[in-house]
């Protein structure tokens, strides 16, 4: 084995060690290409005690004879750091404790100093674990051991006094019919919440967090969500003061979904409908000039198709009159729905007839789901290049990860 030293004075200064820490010394070996650095505190030295904090307790022995924690690489040369760890006996509290060392976590089956752990918490918002773990030569269970420790502490520490908006939406966790849904305040556009699965119950986590961390359900006065009937419920259940806004985006979804279900039951029977689906889904303005050609030709036909589409068109209007006839406006439309004999366009009727008062309350309140529905495309490229997660607990610490907008406390 060929070694060579790295001047102490140079790693103390990159590393940051403070007194009464030093480096004892240094090795790099040439064959196993890495650097080991050995710590050791001075003789004499004098420690705070890691139970009560009181300054100035001498050293009783040794606790832990060698210690190793894996570092940023010395170039791209793994760097491990080695520690005897002392112990003290406080005479203020009487306990024999462990001393803690500055570089790294005091906590079980952790081998990486807090340089490491913020390398792979800066690399985790934009990077798969499977990926780091790759990059930087390490397990990935281990990696997603350093996420969640950070994450639980982040969000135990986190203020929700302040909210008084909720937004939410479910989205896939997993193939199949897994899901969880999110909870953001879209004030402060954060994510406050996280609950597995999509039924009534997710509310009751919802709830519990947001009081476990200073907030209080009555000082919710606005819930944006769609209409899904467990959202409904937990809602109620759970914060009957609030008012409940009908995500505009939602709405626009189903009279998309009920346009697209008249143009395939039609083109059975009519072949000018083949290959136009896109063009009776999408804005005008996002259409290509041969497909915005095509609609031209259409869109006045006495086609139910065309007849639907002119029905979305007014419907997406409507949302762009003022709050004061804008509900006067629907209800025109509703009756207009439910008299135009197409029978998913009725159904859309009945839906905004049965949920009218939270539909017009975005008028009032305009609250949506848009930075939910941005925060679910971001989880879900993450996920796609990810190829899965293995458990709820790491998409749930990811959501928080990508959309928390949490504070990290790293050295």
């Known amino acids: 084995m060929f070694t060579a030293n790295v001047p102490n004075e140079i790693l103390e200064k990159l590393l940051h060690i403070p007194e009464p820490w030093h480096i004892e010394r240094s090795d790099f070996d040439l064959e196993l290409k890495q650097l080991d650095i050995y710590v050791r505190s001075r003789k004499r030295a004098l420690f705070a005690c890691s139970h009560c904090g009181a300054e100035g307790q001498p050293v009783l022995g040794i606790a832990a004879k060698d210690r190793?924690?894996?570092?940023?690489?010395?170039?791209?040369?793994?760097?491990?750091?080695h520690a005897e760890l002392p112990k003290t006996h406080c005479g203020h509290c009487h306990r024999t404790m462990r001393v803690h060392v500055p570089w790294a976590l005091d906590k079980p089956k952790h081998y990486f100093?807090?340089?490491?752990?913020?390398?792979?918490?800066?690399?985790?918002?934009?990077?798969?674990?499977?990926?780091?773990s790759r990059l930087v030569n390490e397990h990935d269970t281990r990696l997603w051991r350093i996420l969640h420790y950070y994450v639980d502490h982040a969000i135990a520490s986190q203020d929700l006094s302040y909210v008084t908006q909720i937004s939410t939406d479910?989205?896939?966790?997993?193939?199949?019919?897994?899901?969880?849904?999110?909870f953001m305040d879209p004030e402060q556009k954060n994510v406050?919440?996280?609950a597995v699965g999509r039924d009534s119950s997710t509310w009751d986590l919802c709830k519990e967090r947001l009081e476990s961390q200073g907030g209080k359900a009555t000082n919710i006065t606005e819930l944006c969500m769609d209409m899904s009937?467990?959202?409904?419920?937990?809602?109620?259940?759970?914060?009957?003061?609030?008012?409940?806004?009908?995500?505009?985006f939602h709405v626009i979804q189903a009279v998309n979904e009920a346009v697209d279900e008249v143009r395939r039951r039609?083109?059975?029977?009519?072949?000018?409908?083949?290959?136009?689906?896109?063009?009776w889904l999408k804005n005008e303005q996002n259409l290509t000039p041969a497909q915005k050609e095509k609609l031209d030709k259409l869109?006045?036909?006495?086609?139910d198709t065309a007849k639907a589409y002119r029905m979305r068109w007014c419907l997406q209007k409507i949302y762009q009159y003022p709050p004061s006839i804008a509900p006067a406006v629907l209800q025109d439309w509703i009756e207009w729905g439910l008299r135009c004999r197409l029978e998913p366009m009725v159904q859309v009727a009945k839906m905004l007839q049965r949920h009218f008062n939270g539909v017009v309350r975005w008028f009032t309140s305009k609250l949506t789901n848009g930075l939910l529905e941005g925060t679910n495309s971001l989880f879900q490229a993450a996920k796609r290049k990810a190829?899965?997660?293995?458990?709820?607990?790491?998409?749930?610490?990811?959501?928080?990860?990508?959309?928390?907008k949490l504070s990290f406390t790293l050295k």
């Open 192 to 194: 406050i919440c996280v």
């Open 229 to 248: 009937p467990a959202f409904m419920k937990g809602a109620a259940t759970h914060f009957p003061e609030a008012a409940i806004t009908f995500d505009k």
């Open 113 to 132: 100093t807090l340089h490491f752990d913020a390398l792979i918490m800066k690399l985790a918002k934009d990077m798969p674990m499977n990926a780091i």
């Open 299 to 303: 869109k006045d036909c006495e086609l």
């Open 170 to 182: 479910e989205t896939s966790a997993k193939r199949g019919h897994n899901y969880i849904t999110i």
């Open 68 to 81: 190793t924690w894996r570092h940023l690489n010395f170039f791209e040369y793994p760097c491990y750091l």
């Open 387 to 404: 190829r899965g997660y293995r458990s709820d607990k790491n998409i749930i610490a990811l959501v928080y990860l990508l959309a928390g």
């Open 266 to 279: 039609e083109q059975k029977n009519c072949e000018t409908l083949k290959n136009t689906r896109y063009i």
